[in-house]
Structure formats: structure tokens, C-alpha cells
């Protein structure tokens, strides 16, 4: 009878040896999820109708009332900073028009609330004649009014 208990023992130990290892294969529950913080709400600003407007598509005069075209496109540097608006100059009805830049500074936005109305800009139609074109993917050549703009290093 001995080795009949001893035989019953080792079958137990086996027994209790193997059902520990194949609950250590098995997947563990989860610990429950971690609270979530919650979300902050987004910054507001509000903007009175007559605070602030849209630029693009905007007429752009001379200060003498010259007609210099419309901004089709404002360029920021890495910063993000407002450096130049992209008037799309001359030409009738799209013909014959070409694009230059300009100075943000030289553009002035002190009567702008309506639609229809313009925003000048401190250069006169030669001038702005004499602009080299804009063109994507090359280098940007700003015509500034005062000699305000600075290189992106120098700022």
C-alpha cells in the first residue's frame, strides 16, 4: 500500500504543479482602466463685427485711389508671424494679371467694414508695376514701402 500512497501523492503534487502552470499561460484580467482626467475646454475669444474682417479677396487701393488688385494670398513665416500679402495685380477680369508681394506693413486696414470696402496700400501703381512676379517654389521677393521688412534671421 505504500507505493500505491505514494504513487496517489506524486500524482497530486503533479496535479497541483501542472494546473499552476497552465493558469500562468491563461490571460490575466485587467486591471481596471485609470481614471481619465477630463478634458479642458477650448479657449474662446470673441470678436465684435467690427473688431476684425477677412482680408482675402479684398479690393487694395493706392492712397491716391488706384486700383492695385486684390490679396489672394497671405504669407507667415516659421513663427507664424503675418509677413506679406500676395496681390494679384493688374489685368482685366483675370487677364493679363500677374501676382506680386507685398510688405504687411505696408498695407493699411483703417476702413474695412464693409465688404466693398478696400485697404490701402502705401505703394503707387509704378511701383507696384515694377515688382518682380510672384511664383510658387521660388523665392519671394517683397516689395516693401518703407524698408521695414527683415530677413527671417534678423527679426
Given at each position: 500500500?505504500?507505493?500505491?500512497?505514494?504513487?496517489?501523492?506524486?500524482?497530486?503534487?503533479?496535479?497541483?504543479?501542472?494546473?499552476?502552470?497552465?493558469?500562468?499561460?491563461?490571460?490575466?484580467?485587467?486591471?481596471?482602466?485609470?481614471?481619465?482626467?477630463?478634458?479642458?475646454?477650448?479657449?474662446?475669444?470673441?470678436?465684435?463685427?467690427s473688431?476684425?474682417?477677412?482680408?482675402?479677396?479684398?479690393?487694395?487701393?493706392?492712397?491716391?485711389?488706384?486700383?492695385?488688385?486684390?490679396?489672394?494670398?497671405v504669407?507667415?513665416?516659421?513663427?507664424?508671424?503675418?509677413?506679406?500679402?500676395?496681390?494679384?495685380?493688374?489685368?482685366?477680369?483675370?487677364?493679363?494679371?500677374?501676382k506680386?508681394?507685398?510688405?504687411?506693413?505696408?498695407?493699411?486696414?483703417?476702413?474695412?467694414?464693409?465688404?466693398?470696402?478696400?485697404?490701402?496700400?502705401?505703394?503707387?501703381?509704378?511701383?507696384?508695376?515694377?515688382?518682380?512676379?510672384?511664383?510658387?517654389?521660388?523665392?519671394?521677393?517683397?516689395?516693401?514701402?518703407?524698408?521695414?521688412?527683415?530677413p527671417?534671421?534678423?527679426?
Amino acid at each position: 500500500m505504500r507505493g500505491t500512497r505514494g504513487f496517489i501523492m506524486l500524482a497530486a503534487v503533479v496535479a497541483v504543479v501542472a494546473g499552476a502552470a497552465s493558469r500562468a499561460d491563461e490571460p490575466q484580467p485587467n486591471p481596471p482602466p485609470a481614471a481619465k482626467e477630463p478634458v479642458p475646454p477650448p479657449s474662446v475669444t470673441i470678436i465684435g463685427p467690427s473688431d476684425a474682417h477677412g482680408v482675402l479677396g479684398r479690393d487694395v487701393r493706392s492712397p491716391t485711389n488706384e486700383n492695385m488688385g486684390r490679396i489672394v494670398d497671405v504669407i507667415v513665416d516659421r513663427t507664424a508671424t503675418v509677413r506679406a500679402a500676395v496681390i494679384d495685380f493688374g489685368g482685366f477680369l483675370g487677364v493679363g494679371s500677374r501676382k506680386i508681394v507685398v510688405d504687411w506693413n505696408a498695407l493699411h486696414f483703417g476702413r474695412v467694414n464693409e465688404k466693398s470696402d478696400a485697404i490701402t496700400l502705401e505703394l503707387n501703381k509704378a511701383q507696384v508695376a515694377a515688382a518682380p512676379e510672384f511664383k510658387e517654389g521660388a523665392p519671394v521677393v517683397v516689395l516693401g514701402a518703407s524698408g521695414s521688412l527683415l530677413p527671417l534671421g534678423e527679426r
